[in-house]
């Protein structure tokens, strides 16, 4: 498998004056053991001056991207991609949600090295709780595990407190008791 255009999505980003932080199965395997993925989950702060920086910088000749889909994205909050067309690797572009967990989960992302770059990641609490949000949504089982893996290998560096406070916000404080359970602590 290639290895992921971390260094290109950083450089197109950071050229652009995009803030940014990598979540999903890229921050689950930084924090716990590897899993195996073909796609980077990307939270980005977009607005339309700063998606237009982002679309004008983009090598058509390497990355896809629907220019519709991602002015859409930003207006609506949502997501778009790109793929890079050398790897297939594909790069999920997630506009940060305006709620209070995401304004929280974003101001705490971390410098971290990944492939040799450092770039900017979501916590070990936050990739827990982003995992479990993602395991309620789509009743994925998989999510657990990625949060209970998390839970395992980063424990005596996890704030408890903090995921039991975000956990009954986000209506999730189930699933982390059983991604607990998996992990062999009750936190």
């Known amino acids: 498998m290639n290895a ?27 924090y716990g053991p590897p899993r195996t993925t073909q796609d980077v989950d990307v939270v980005v702060e977009l607005d ?50 305006d709620r209070p967990f995401s304004v929280e989960e974003f101001s705490r992302r971390q410098r971290a090295v990944v492939e040799g770059v450092e770039v900017f990641m979501a916590t070990a609490e936050d990739t827990v709780l982003s995992k479990l949000e993602w395991a309620l949504m789509s009743e994925s089982d998989r999510q657990v595990g990625d949060a209970a893996a998390v839970l395992t290998v980063a424990s005596n560096r996890i704030d408890n407190a903090y995921l039991d406070r975000w956990a009954e916000v986000l209506g999730i404080a189930k699933l982390l008791s059983e991604a607990r359970s998996r992990a062999g602590h009750a936190g």
């Open 4 to 30: 992921a255009p971390i260094g290109e999505i950083d450089a197109l980003l950071c050229q652009a004056g995009v803030d940014y932080m990598i979540v999903g199965s890229m921050a689950s395997t930084y």
């Open 48 to 97: 339309e001056a700063s998606a237009s920086r982002l679309l004008a910088s983009i090598d058509r000749d390497r990355f896809y991207v629907a220019e519709v889909a991602a002015r859409e994205a930003v207006a609506r909050r949502g997501q778009f991609n790109l793929v890079d067309l050398r790897t297939g690797w594909k790069i999920d572009l997630i506009v940060r949600r």
